[in-house]
C-alpha cells in the first residue's frame, strides 16, 4: 500500500492522474511478486505461505484501488514528489535516506503499522526536519489491522524547536557513534519491536538468548 501510494502520487506529480485502479493492481501485484522472491525463506515453506496470506489479507482490507486518488489526494494536497534522497551529516557520521513525500510545508513519512507512533518524538521524522529544515513533520499510518484506515499527526516546530533538534541529532547520533566504535551495543526493550526474537534475530542467543 504504502509503494502504491507512492508510486500514485509520482504520477499525480509529473502526468496529473493517479495511477487508475487497473494500473495500482498491476504495481501493487509487481511489488508483491518482487519482494517474495527478494526473501530467503530457507527451509520454512509455512513461513513462506503464512505470510503472504497476511500480506494479502492486509492488502484485500487496505487496498481499494478506486478510491486510492481521492484518498491520496485529501492527504498529500500539494504533494511535490516522493522518495527524495537526503544525504547529511551529524556529528561527522554520514546518514541517507529517502523522505516518502513531500511538499512545500511537510516532510511526510508513511507508516504501514497497528499503532500510531508520536511523530513529536520519531527518531527518521526528526532526521528528515532536521534535513530539509522543515518546521512541519507528518506522519500517515496506515492501519493495517481496521481496514481502510488512514490518518496522520503532525508536529510543528518552532525557530527554538529546530535549533534543540539540531543540538539532540548531534548528541544521539554522536553517542551511538561512540558506542558502535567502543563495540558497546545496549539492547531495545522486546516488548518494543518484534525483531527482538530467536526467530527473527539472528543475534538473540547472543543478546536475550543468554539469559534464557
Ligand atoms: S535480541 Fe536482537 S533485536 Fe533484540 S535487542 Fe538483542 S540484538 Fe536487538
Known amino acids: 500500500m504504502h509503494h502504491v501510494i507512492e508510486v500514485s502520487t509520482a504520477c499525480k506529480v509529473k502526468r496529473g492522474t493517479h495511477l487508475s485502479p487497473a494500473e495500482a493492481e498491476e504495481v501493487l501485484a509487481e511489488w508483491v511478486g518482487k519482494n517474495a522472491g527478494d526473501v530467503d525463506w530457507g527451509?520454512?515453506?509455512?513461513?513462506k505461505k503464512t505470510s503472504l496470506q497476511r500480506l494479502s489479507g492486509w492488502s484485500?482490507?487496505?487496498?481499494?484501488?478506486?478510491?486510492?486518488?481521492?484518498?491520496?489526494?485529501?492527504?498529500?494536497?500539494?504533494?511535490?514528489g516522493i522518495e527524495e534522497e537526503i544525504n547529511i551529516?551529524?556529528?561527522?557520521?554520514?546518514?541517507k535516506g529517502f523522505i516518502d513525500l513531500y511538499d512545500g510545508m511537510f516532510v511526510t513519512d508513511i507508516k504501514t503499522c497497528t499503532k500510531r507512533a508520536d511523530p513529536?518524538?520519531?527518531?527518521q521524522l526528526d532526521i528528515?526536519?532536521?534535513?530539509?529544515q522543515r518546521k512541519k513533520g507528518r506522519l500517515v499510518y496506515l492501519l493495517r489491522d481496521k481496514g481502510l484506515t488512514?490518518?496522520?499527526?503532525?508536529?510543528?516546530?518552532?525557530?527554538?524547536g529546530m535549533k534543540d533538534?539540531?543540538?539532540?541529532?548531534?548528541?544521539?547520533?554522536?553517542?551511538?557513534a561512540?558506542?558502535?566504535?567502543?563495540?558497546?551495543?545496549?539492547?531495545i526493550t522486546p516488548a518494543q519491536s518484534w525483531m527482538c526474537s530467536p526467530r527473527y534475530c539472528p543475534f538473540y542467543s547472543k543478546c536475550y538468548g543468554k539469559y534464557h
Do not use: C
Open 43 to 47: 527451509e520454512e515453506d509455512q513461513l
Open 60 to 80: 484485500n482490507r487496505l487496498f481499494k484501488p478506486a478510491e486510492l486518488g481521492s484518498m491520496i489526494d485529501q492527504l498529500f494536497p500539494d504533494a511535490e
Open 89 to 95: 551529516e551529524i556529528a561527522g557520521v554520514p546518514i
Open 120 to 123: 513529536g518524538t520519531h527518531f
Open 128 to 132: 528528515y526536519q532536521h534535513a530539509k
Open 150 to 160: 488512514v490518518d496522520a499527526a503532525t508536529n510543528n516546530r518552532t525557530v527554538q
Open 165 to 176: 533538534l539540531e543540538k539532540y541529532l548531534e548528541w544521539t547520533v554522536g553517542q551511538v
Open 178 to 187: 561512540r558506542g558502535i566504535s567502543m563495540e558497546v551495543f545496549p539492547p
